[in-house]
């Protein structure tokens, strides 16, 4: 890559975890990314609204992120008023950077969805699309889940190594992280038994909840 990259990872962060901020560092490491952009989504399309607000959940990423100075957060997505979409937020981002290279950051689950997000064969055209995948979890694996179009692409666009990226956008990189089985849904059903999610959270978010009251039961808003 010519200029340092950014890379760019959404989620609902109902809460982040460390499976969230793992896959971020090892890409960042992986990829020689400059930064990593944290952005929690606003109202998501593909799934139930989140369980907490978008001000918690942006305060969480914060907090988990503090003290890294490659990870940042961006409020934009839960600024923005109605559905929030990957397309319009890398559309933003690319006319703010220039021809920076863009790489946006997944794991494998999430790739799996891509057809029914919003203008998906066009992200392409915006990022570099970087599948983060379980040692040991064959490709073979992940081109089976994939439907037909997106199976087609997978394909075309396929990279070789990072540092030979032809351009800004549109390569499909694929690297292996550290497997770290954690969900936010897990955290959730922990906290609103009453049971303790230490260690697969930062202590700082955990204390977050616990002082803002979070997730005890379905009005923890
Ligand atoms: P939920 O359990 O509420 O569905 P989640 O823990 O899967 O949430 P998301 O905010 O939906 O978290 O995930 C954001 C991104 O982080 C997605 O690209 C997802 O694939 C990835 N991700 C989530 N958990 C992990 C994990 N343990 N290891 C690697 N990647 C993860």
Same mark, same amino acid.
């Given at each position: 890559m010519t200029l340092p990259a950014l890379g760019v990872l959404g989620g609902t962060f109902d809460p982040i975890h460390f499976?969230?901020?793992?896959?971020?560092?090892? *890409?960042?490491?992986?990829?020689?990314?400059a930064r990593v952009r944290f952005i929690p989504t606003g109202t998501p399309p593909h799934r139930d609204a989140p369980t907490v607000s978008g001000t918690h959940r942006l305060q969480m990423v914060r907090t988990?992120?503090?003290?890294?100075?490659?990870?940042?957060?961006?409020?934009?997505?839960?600024?923005?008023?109605?559905?929030?979409?990957?397309?319009?937020? %890398?559309?933003?981002?690319?006319?703010? *950077?220039?021809?920076?290279?863009?790489? %946006?950051?997944m794991g494998a689950d999430a790739f799996t969805t891509l057809t029914t997000?919003?203008?998906?064969?066009?992200?392409?055209? %915006?990022?570099?699309?970087?599948?983060?995948?379980?040692?040991?979890f064959r490709l073979q694996e992940l081109q089976a889940a994939l439907p037909a179009p997106l199976h087609k692409i997978?394909?075309?666009?396929?990279?070789?190594?990072?540092?030979?990226?032809?351009?800004n956008?549109?390569?499909?990189?694929?690297?292996?992280?550290?497997? *770290?089985d954690i969900s936010a849904t897990r955290i959730r059903a922990l906290l609103a038994q009453g049971f303790s999610p230490r260690y697969l959270a930062p202590d700082?978010? %955990?204390?977050?909840?616990?002082?803002?009251?979070?997730y005890?039961?379905?009005?923890?808003?």
């Open positions: 499976g969230h901020l793992r896959l971020a560092q090892e *890409l960042a490491d992986a990829l020689g990314l988990a992120i503090a003290g890294n100075p490659l990870f940042e957060a961006d409020d934009r997505e839960i600024r923005r008023e109605g559905i929030s979409y990957t397309y319009d937020t %890398l559309s933003e981002l690319r006319e703010q *950077l220039g021809k920076r290279p863009l790489c %946006l950051l997000w919003h203008r998906w064969q066009e992200l392409f055209d %915006l990022a570099h699309v970087v599948i983060a995948h379980r040692p040991g997978y394909l075309q666009r396929l990279a070789g190594a990072p540092g030979r990226l032809p351009a956008a549109g390569a499909i990189i694929t690297r292996e992280i550290t497997a *770290l700082a978010v %955990l204390e977050y909840i616990a002082h803002n009251h979070l005890k039961d379905s009005d923890a808003r």
